[in-house]
């Protein structure tokens, strides 16, 4: 059986009740307390949540989920014997959890009150309901660890798989339920006398087991141009947006979230604004899933430990979402985690870590900075998993580096692992360039894995025309120092016609306002198209240089500035289709 | 109550006393000196037999004999409507003269976190009367955008010019009933005297104190009391939002002294310094009073901060501006340029920002044609900033006519829009059809940023001719 300790399990408290020695923020040594390191303990007469991160002789140090003013030295301390876990089962999408997955609409109710109290508790999935399970395996069967009983509708989008739990023996089923449970009545049994319910734990700082890692071949496809386009992350890949504040980076993780076509979304608020937090949850339930038209609510899990939340459940709340994340991934799904923002994490390690008077390393960050980022993306991955299918979890982080200096060692630490960058610009965001992904430091390492399915199922030539616009925009930047020195006018014409198509890749492709209905989602056919319009208008432009035909009569034609206007068009491709033959009508009646 | 004199250690603004009992974190204390006098303090830290206390007063005339009482609770605000009119310490003392304040209720004030589940999308607009505000940068109940400033610019005059003219235009039929709801709370952290009675006599020029409460902690009052001043503030603007149902507009001025205390604090007691000195657990502490702003479900009030902070240097990337825009909803932006060119307010549009604008403007709420002036102004007028360097170098001449109407409208964009005075209060209307003057001196092609439909709405085609026909004039 399952021992590990979540909010769910009994509170009882078996071992070595301890005493609280001192008392420094969220940070409370204890003696006398029989404990193991991880151990999840309650603090004081209000029974407050930690964990223990530290045992020296007879001195246990516990990082406490809850405020601690008021809690003095000399009040007890329990142990509850078991490491921080989370509930996993039916119940999880369509919820808001805390960084300790406690729901903070329960949690609303049981306090009566608006405002976060302390010492309440609340299971992660809630235990009276009821869920139909209908089995996919009968008595006589073998099953092992991992292996997938049956299902539960959990949402009108996704099916909730029941396996069996990884710790588990495993072996021939002797009887099966089927009907209306609540997570915790067993609906397999096997002959070893396991019982298979809804409901497991798991750790939240141990991956969950898989049995192999595979290269990803799919693009998780975001709906933005300038991602799918130039720089595109795999299903199973890792990618970081750093950038300072104001630049975009909680625009692009909601629309992310919003579109990108995985079937399961984790959202973790580390550290960040209430009201983002708020505005996930007012919006996504009136929002379209594009891939399945339901409330994307359906197929979204959220955690929210915003930066007035404790600190030290800011540094738990990572750990949460991709446990969570990876338990869907083993029914065989394409999760995509969004972490918004990992500087927040790494400062709450920080802080910790400083209240323990560990050695610091670089900027007061805990030698051990890198090691738990490696951890983490680690986690995720296109996997096989333990019973045969495959899953994927993508993770996306928000880096927030001081003062916007990516030579900072969170930026620098992540840029290590993650396979994707894209790298926010405050000069682009300040002239309101959104996305403000600076193009010429992003990257993704993703590309030639992911060409072939954009080749298959876009178009043959997709590669080709992202070559072309880099080019043009590379080309564009060398250009634009010199203009900086002698104007626009003193280039010789065909440079100045170069300057004038990345204009447009720079204003009617690069860009998107994401709050704008029809253009915040561009599926990449249209992503394709608008590229494909501009390159059009490149080559006719330059036939008629060629030709002998000036420039201002080339560039001032009637259809070029509606190569800004594709993005925005309902029905684009009409309007791609018009506006290419009006482009090559117009410039060739020039010469 | 029990007394100690076991003061072990006095140390800037901290004191260690030796105790028998269990002591809280965070229980306020009362120390005696020798002389009589009384300070009060809060427990940093709670160890077995001893506890480090932060003494807000300044520790000056504490020595060994001084006697320390516990007074087993935490630090309090009393709360009551009465507030309303009155001013006082950064303690929260009276120092009006008025009666004494009889508590509703007495509130901890280290304000428990809203339960982000709680909240209430923030969107309703309202209107400052300040263009480079309304219509670039747009303020919604409910929000905390700060005003970043150098200093000697003027921050002041927006401030109060801001919790002046701020209303929420009604919708047709509703009462006028909500404008007695509104009350302005004043935090001063560590501002001289004569800034301090420019406030005071603004409010009372104009009897706003009437529907305000103020908190005065001066440049020669305790350091470390800054650090509960603004706490006290925000723990009233809760009580009278959520409560009593006020919108609150919270001032708080200036941020970068509250931050100074907490170094002076951090360092008194020899913790590990993060950037600048300043302690690693700012952006927690700085996000604690931040994130009291706010609307809740099902309650009618809110609470909007508008915290004013000086850069050091003038520089954006300093710890306090970058942590705090890391956790407010945008920033307004004070230049230094602009004010040497007389331009009031002096707002630099291009590095201020409003998160929750977009939800807050567009049909039914100000105009259907906010967003893409705003968007279309804020790429013209970056553009036309950009040229000025290149200008500078080969003058207006060697720059094609597209370049030299985007010069012009930077400047116009500056001299007209921005420009308006301390004293002028425009409409949200009156700001975005001087947006309309102003963009209809580009040639409409160029507004590729606004729907065709509204350009053919509101493009004031006599103006580009107007500008077409004088550059011809002056072409001749
Ligand atoms: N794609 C976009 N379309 C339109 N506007 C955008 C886009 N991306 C960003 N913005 C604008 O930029 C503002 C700031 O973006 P965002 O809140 O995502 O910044 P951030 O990088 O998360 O900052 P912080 O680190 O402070 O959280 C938004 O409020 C919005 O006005
Ligand atoms: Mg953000």
Sequence with gaps: MSEHMSQASETETTEGTGRIKSVSGPVVKAVDLDARMNDVVYVGDEGLMGEVIEIEGDVTTIQVYEETSGVAPGEPVENTGEPLSVDLGPGMLDAIYDGVQRPLDVLEEKMDSAFLDRGVDAPGIDLEKEWEFTPEVEAGDTVEAGDIVGVVPETVTIDHKVMVPPEYEGGVVESVEEGKFTVDDPVVTLENGEEIAMRQEWPVREQRPTVEKRTPRTPLVSGQRILDGLFPIAKGGTAAIPGPFGSGKTVTQHSLAKFADADIVVYVGCGERGNEMTEVIEDFPELEDPKTGNSLMARTSLIANTSNMPVAARESCVYTGITIAEYYRDMGYDVALMADSTSRWAEAMREISSRLEEMPGEEGYPAYLAARLAEFYERAGYFENLNGTEGSVSAIGAVSPPGGDFSEPVTQNTLRIVKTFWALDADLAERRHFPAINWNESYSLYQDQLDPWFEENVAEDWPDKRQWAVDVLDEEGELQEIVQLVGKDALPEDQQLTLEVARYLREGYLQQNAFIDVDMYCPPEKTYAILSTIQTYNDEAFDALDAGVPIEDITSIDAAPKLNRIATQEDWETFVDELKSDITEQIRSLY | ?476
């Design chain 2, 1 to 476: 109550m029990k007394e100690y004199q076991t003061i072990t250690e006095v140390s800037g603004p901290l004191v260690f006393a030796e105790v028998d009992e269990p002591i809280g974190c965070d229980e306020m204390v009362e120390i005696e000196t020798p002389s009589g006098e009384t300070k009060r303090g809060q427990v940093l830290e709670s160890e077995d037999g001893i506890v480090a206390i932060q003494v807000f007063e300044g520790t000056t005339g504490i020595d060994r004999n001084a006697s320390v009482r516990f007074l087993g609770e935490t630090l309090k605000m009393p709360v009551t409507e009465d507030l309303l009119g009155r001013v006082m310490d950064g303690s929260g003392n009276p120092i009006d003269g008025g009666p004494e304040i009889v508590p509703d209720e007495r509130r901890d004030i280290v304000g428990a976190a809203i339960n982000p589940y709680s909240r209430e999308y923030p969107e309703d607009f309202i209107q400052t009367g300040v263009s480079a505000i309304d219509g670039m940068n747009t303020l919604v109940r409910g929000q905390k955008l700060p005003i970043f400033s150098g200093s000697g610019l003027p921050h002041n005059d927006l401030a109060l010019q801001i919790a002046r003219q701020a209303t929420v235009p009604e919708e047709e039929g509703e009462g006028d009933d909500d404008e007695s709801e509104f009350a302005v709370i004043f935090g001063a952290m560590g501002i001289t005297q004569e800034e301090a009675n420019e406030f005071m006599d603004d409010f009372e020029r104009t009897g706003a104190l009437e529907r305000s409460v103020v908190f005065m902690n001066l440049a020669d009052d305790p350091a470390v009391e800054r650090t509960v001043t603004p706490r006290l503030a925000l723990t009233t603007a809760e009580y009278l939002a959520f409560d009593k149902g006020y919108h609150v507009l919270v001032v708080l001025t200036d941020m970068t002294n509250y931050c100074e205390a907490l170094r002076e604090i951090g360092a008194a007691r020899e913790e590990v310094p993060g950037r600048r000195g300043y302690p690693g657990y700012m952006y927690t502490d700085l996000a604690q009073l931040y994130e009291r702003a706010g609307r809740l479900k099902d309650r009618e009030g809110s609470v909007t901060q508008i915290p004013i902070l000086t850069m050091p240097g003038d520089d954006d990337t300093h710890p306090i501006p970058d942590l705090t825009g890391y956790i407010t909803e945008g920033q307004i932006m004070m230049d230094r340029p602009l004010h040497s060119q007389g331009i009031k307010p002096p707002v630099n549009v291009l590095p201020s920002l409003s998160r929750l604008m977009d939800d807050g403007i567009g049909e039914g709420l100000t105009r259907a044609d906010h967003a893409d002036v705003s968007d279309q102004m804020y790429a013209a007028y970056a553009e036309g900033e950009d040229l000025r360097d290149l200008v500078n170098i080969v003058g207006r001449e060697a720059l094609s006519e597209r370049d030299n109407k985007y010069l012009d409208f930077a400047d116009a964009f500056e001299e007209e829009f921005v420009q308006q005075g301390f004293d002028t209060n425009r409409t949200i209307d009156e700001t975005i059809e001087l947006g309309w003057d102003l963009l209809s001196t580009l040639p409409k092609t160029e507004l590729n940023r606004v729907d065709e439909e509204l350009i053919e709405e509101h493009y004031r085609e006599d103006a580009s001719a107007v500008d077409a026909e004088a550059e011809e004039v002056s072409a001749d």
